[in-house]
């Protein structure tokens, strides 16, 4: 059974798939025009969303698509054909979305951005950094990614909320509400993370409504999808003082416009879509798991809703 591979880094995921699964006839090119040529040929097809949706565009049909990245927005764009299985890449990227939120937490308690400007004012911080103990931290999103943030974040003494589609009784928070209770539980975090998924739902959720509810101590962190953010509100939300900083990994267009309010927004930093890539190594591995299960009939881990866009 061939496997198509549409991926930039494609080689890796050749050789780990020579490495892991030789019996494999794996099928790929940095060509459009021969790739297009292998998809008609391959019922399986694995690689990032973008490409795929491009060969679905051009009436490839295959049975089952594996994602490489958590998003899958542009399969679900309207036209494309939805008959098929779809999975995304999911448990591949806790740690490393983890160790994202901890450096912006610690980075702000301890102040290290402007103490990095008082050095090139030649100015003597010596103000005294609080601890993450005890600090409110608010999960917005409390998916696989999301509940291992948490789990990480939990021996730093913080106090964990959640926000999810809906209410429910889930480990490691202290409780976890649905989008409805996001303007009160704003309202009560030092930090708030957004890792929510792009639907119709979660679409310009922190608008200037929302932001006004904001502790002004607060850091929102945005590592979800650029669409739950009203760009505008945010950079008028930080002029007026309704929360303390911003770490924007997320952007509605990327790479960001030159003349974009971002780019100059006090209070507000970029990272520019780098908080967790996929690991070609555990991508394999979902995808060889995911493959015995698709070949038994069994379900699919991450397996995609096409209603729910997730």
């Not at 890796?12 to 798939?17: I, W």
């Not at 973008?50 to 295959?62: E, M, W, Y």
């Not at 996001?182 to 932001?211: G, K, M, Q, S």
Request: overall charge neutral; hydrophobic content about 45%; proline content about 6%.
């Amino acid at each position: 059974m061939p496997v198509l591979i549409a991926e930039h880094s494609f080689a890796t995921y050749v050789r780990l798939l020579g490495e892991q699964a030789p019996h494999l006839e794996v099928l790929t090119s940095d060509d459009s025009a021969v790739l297009a040529e292998h998809a008609a040929r391959c019922d399986i097809w694995l690689g990032q969303p973008d490409l795929l949706a491009s060969l679905l565009r051009q009436g490839h049909r295959p049975r089952w698509v594996q994602s490489t990245w958590a998003g899958i927005t542009p399969l679900l764009a309207e036209g494309l054909p939805r008959d098929y299985a779809l999975s995304r890449a999911v448990g591949i990227f806790g740690q490393v979305m983890a160790e994202y939120v901890l450096t912006y937490l610690l980075g702000h308690e301890r102040f290290v951005l402007s103490r990095l400007v008082s050095q090139v004012e030649r100015r003597w911080d010596n103000r005294l950094a609080p601890s993450l103990r005890g600090k409110r931290v608010l999960i917005v999103g409390t998916g696989d990614i999301g509940v291992a943030v948490a789990r990480f974040l939990k021996p730093f003494g913080v106090k964990l909320q959640g926000i999810a589609s809906r209410p429910r009784k889930q480990a490691p928070f202290t409780r976890v509400g649905g989008l409805e209770a996001l303007p009160e539980r704003v309202a009560e975090a030092d930090y708030v993370v957004n890792l929510l998924p792009n639907t119709p739902a979660t679409e310009d959720i922190y608008n200037a409504e929302l932001f006004a509810r904001f502790n002004p101590d607060a850091l929102f962190i945005n590592a979800g999808r650029g669409t739950s953010v009203v760009d505008a509100d945010l950079v008028e939300a930080l002029k007026q003082g309704h929360l303390a900083g911003a770490v924007i990994d997320v952007c509605r267009q990327e790479p960001l416009p030159q003349r974009h309010p971002f780019w100059t927004a006090w209070g507000l930093l970029l990272t520019g879509h780098s908080a967790a890539p996929t690991s070609p190594e555990l991508m394999t591995e979902l995808f060889l798991k995911n493959l015995k299960a698709f070949e038994a009939g069994q379900a699919l881990k991450g397996s995609v809703d096409f209603d729910r866009g997730y």
